[in-house]
C-alpha cells in the first residue's frame, strides 16, 4: 500500500494548476519532528498565510530540491494528485 496526496480540489478553487502549485504550496522541515510541514495557500501571494498545514511524518521532502523540485516529483510518482 502507499500513500497518495490528493488536494487537486485545494488547488482548483485556488486556480493553481499542476505547472503553477509552487506558488500555492510551500515545503519545509522540522528536524526535530522529521517532518516534512506543508503549507496551502488559497492565494499565490508571496505574503499569503497558509489555510491549511499538512504534516508528512517521518519524511524530509525538502531533500528533493525546491518547491517545484517537490511537486515534480510528487507528481511523477504519483504521490500527488493535483487534479481536481
Avoid at 57 to 65: E, F, K, R, S
Amino acid at each position: 500500500s502507499s500513500d497518495l496526496l490528493q488536494i487537486g480540489e485545494v488547488l482548483e478553487s485556488a486556480g493553481a494548476s499542476a505547472d503553477n502549485a509552487a506558488a500555492w504550496l510551500h515545503f519545509t522541515y522540522d528536524a526535530a519532528s522529521d517532518a516534512t510541514i506543508v503549507e496551502v495557500k488559497s492565494q499565490a501571494d508571496a505574503g499569503a498565510s497558509a489555510e491549511t498545514t499538512i504534516v508528512l511524518a517521518g519524511v524530509n521532502l525538502t531533500a528533493l530540491g525546491s518547491d517545484g523540485d517537490i511537486i515534480s516529483h510528487l507528481l511523477s510518482s504519483w504521490t500527488l494528485h493535483a487534479d481536481g
